[in-house]
Each structure stands twice: as structure tokens, then as C-alpha cells.
């Protein structure tokens, strides 16, 4: 080719990777803000409760791995006794008092519709998952080991003392839950009949996902990503992505569900909202609905065609539109743990 030739293709070709740039500074914006912000507002409606399901509240301390001792759990036990259980799982920010899903919604009266209702409690940063070694920026003096309790420790417990099967539950989480919830569906089937995933960031091997969580998580209690999973190109970055795993979830009934990022009913003035927070939820869901939608994608390539895909028209990274979804998917939740 001519000079000249060379000298448009060159330009092309630098504006391509200065784009680049821009975009994976965004993306590691957008998610190290998903994953660190506080967000909890006002409560929406859901269906009414036939009881006080808090008249069954049991809260256990149950044996864990790790060296940890025990992790506290909620236990909300059906009203109808039924044994079957939905697992709960909270945000990269999980507190240690009680979950999110207590903290925010209304979530424990889907023990008046016939699920057992089990939120453990804590594992801020952990993604539900084992990890490698104890988090050394803290001088952590134990392992998380989210994985092994979630699937050996509790199920025991809860069928010992409350009859709870071990088989055939459900499993739902919310942003970092998210996707932990496909993944532990993914790696224990029989244990998981259903698997819910809200605004989830459900590839984790797109473009700046990696280093945006490596940020987050220093953020969020100065946790050390390679304690987790190793360096960016450990295989275990692949073992905890949904995208990659997504045929372990072939015949799976689940419930997946973004936003569009646009404010909603929830995000009126007469609510006690921070703008700020509220204006970078709106990107933060638009992201989560970005990743959602090339996991759709995913599926339909592979012929995967038991997910339900919820995306409403409007909606922020918030926790009043995670608890509108939960109710929203309880009577595909129930015939899928129903046995």
C-alpha cells in the first residue's frame, strides 16, 4: 500500500484502541460502583402475608469450614410445612448482624407460600465461594469457605433440626449473589432445582471485569482478589463465571432479571432517596443489563431454553425492584423445588 493508505489506517486503528481504553475505564467504573455502593430505599408492594412468618424465626449458629467456627443463619420455616428452602444470598457489601434481604425487603413472608425461607449471614467480598488462601490485607484468620458451607454444612443442619431437604431447593441472589447463585446451581445440581440471578454480572471474563471486582473488593473491606481466585488468569476466574459455565445450567429452571437503569416507581421524590446513589444505580443496572443480555444471548446460542429473562422498562440497582422480582418469581420457583 501507498503512504498515505497506511496513514488512514493507522488513524483508524489508534482511535480503535483509544476507544478501547475509554470503554474498559468505564466498565471498571461502572462495576467497582455496583459492587461497593450502599444502595437500600424504600420498600415496594408485594403479596400479602397470611401470618407473622417472625412467629417461626429461628436463628442458628451452624458449623463451618474454614476456621471460622460457625456462620449465623435466619431460618424462616414454611407456614404450610412444607421442606423444601430458597437460600437467599446478599451483595458484596453482606453485613454481619443480618442479611440484606432482611435489612430491605420483605422477603421472609415467602414462608407463608410454602418456602422455607434461609438467609446465612455475612461473607462480605466472598462471592459465596472457597477460597484459596485467608484474606491477607486484613490478616484475615480464617478461609472463606462459602462454597462447602452452603452445600455440606447448612443443608445438613437444616435437615436435622428442621427436616429441610437436601435436594430440590432454590437458590436466588442479588448483584455479587447473583452470580454466585448460578454457579453453585451450576456445581451442585441436585442441591439446586432453581437458581434466580438479579442485576447480576454474570461475565466476568468480559472486558475490565476482572480488575474492576480486584477494586471493588479492596474497596469493600480491603479483600485480595488473588486470595480468592488466584490471579486474573487462574482458572478459577472461569470455574466462577456464569457465561463459561452456562452449560452446567442446561435444564435448569431459573429466573434472570435486569433493569433498564431508568428511574421507576420506586425512585420518586417521596421517597428518602440520595440522588447521587440513585444516579449511579442507573448505571450501574444499565450495566448489569448489558451483561444480562449476553448471557441471553449465551443461552439461546447453546440452546438453553429453561431461563425466564425479566428486563422491565424501567428500574435501578436497588433493592425495592430485587424484592419486586422475588415475589414476581414464586410460582416458577415453587414448581421447580416442588419435587
Do not use: C
Amino acid at each position: 500500500m501507498h503512504g498515505p493508505t497506511r496513514w488512514h489506517d493507522t488513524t483508524r486503528l489508534l482511535g480503535i484502541v483509544r476507544r478501547g481504553r475509554r470503554s474498559l475505564r468505564s466498565t471498571v467504573l461502572l462495576v467497582i460502583a455496583a459492587l461497593v455502593l450502599p444502595v437500600g430505599i424504600a420498600l415496594g408492594t408485594a403479596a400479602p402475608a397470611a401470618a407473622d412468618p417472625y412467629t417461626r424465626l429461628h436463628e442458628d449458629w451452624v458449623p463451618a469450614p474454614g476456621g471460622v467456627g460457625a456462620i449465623k443463619v435466619r431460618i424462616w420455616l414454611a407456614a404450610n410445612g412444607s421442606n423444601r428452602a430458597v437460600y437467599l444470598l446478599d451483595g458484596l457489601r453482606a453485613t454481619d448482624d443480618v442479611s440484606g434481604w432482611e435489612h430491605e425487603t420483605n422477603a421472609a413472608w415467602l414462608s407463608d407460600h410454602g418456602v422455607n425461607v434461609v438467609e446465612p449471614v455475612g461473607g462480605q467480598s466472598s462471592f459465596y465461594s472457597d477460597w484459596y488462601a485467608p484474606n491477607n490485607f486484613t490478616n484475615q484468620p480464617y478461609t472463606y469457605m462459602w462454597e462447602s458451607f452452603l452445600t455440606q454444612n447448612l443443608p445438613n443442619h437444616l435437615a436435622r433440626n428442621y427436616g429441610i431437604s437436601r435436594t430440590s431447593n432454590a437458590v436466588v441472589g442479588l448483584s455479587m449473589g447473583g452470580n454466585a447463585a448460578l454457579i453453585l446451581a451450576a456445581h451442585h445440581r441436585n442441591q439446586f432445582t432453581f437458581a434466580g440471578a438479579l442485576s447480576g454480572y454474570l461475565n466476568l471474563s468480559a472486558p475490565g471485569m476482572r480488575e474492576a471486582i480486584r477494586v471493588a473488593m479492596l474497596n469493600a473491606g480491603l479483600y485480595n482478589s488473588d486470595a480468592m481466585w488466584g490471579p486474573p488468569w487462574d482458572r478459577a476466574w472461569l470455574d466462577h463465571d456464569p457465561f463459561v459455565q452456562a452449560e452446567g445450567l442446561r435444564g435448569l429452571p431459573m429466573w434472570i432479571a435486569a433493569g433498564s437503569g431508568l428511574p421507576g416507581p420506586h425512585d420518586q421524590p417521596q421517597y428518602p432517596i440520595d440522588y447521587v446513589n440513585t444516579a449511579t444505580a442507573m448505571g450501574l443496572e444499565a450495566l448489569s443489563l448489558a451483561q444480562t443480555r449476553a448471557f441471553q444471548v449465551q443461552l439461546m446460542v447453546m440452546g438453553i431454553d429453561t431461563a425466564h429473562f425479566d428486563f422491565p422498562p424501567v428500574g435501578t440497582h436497588s433493592w425495592p425492584y430485587w424484592q419486586d422480582q422475588l415475589w414476581a418469581m414464586l410460582p416458577m420457583m415453587r414448581d421447580a423445588i416442588s419435587g
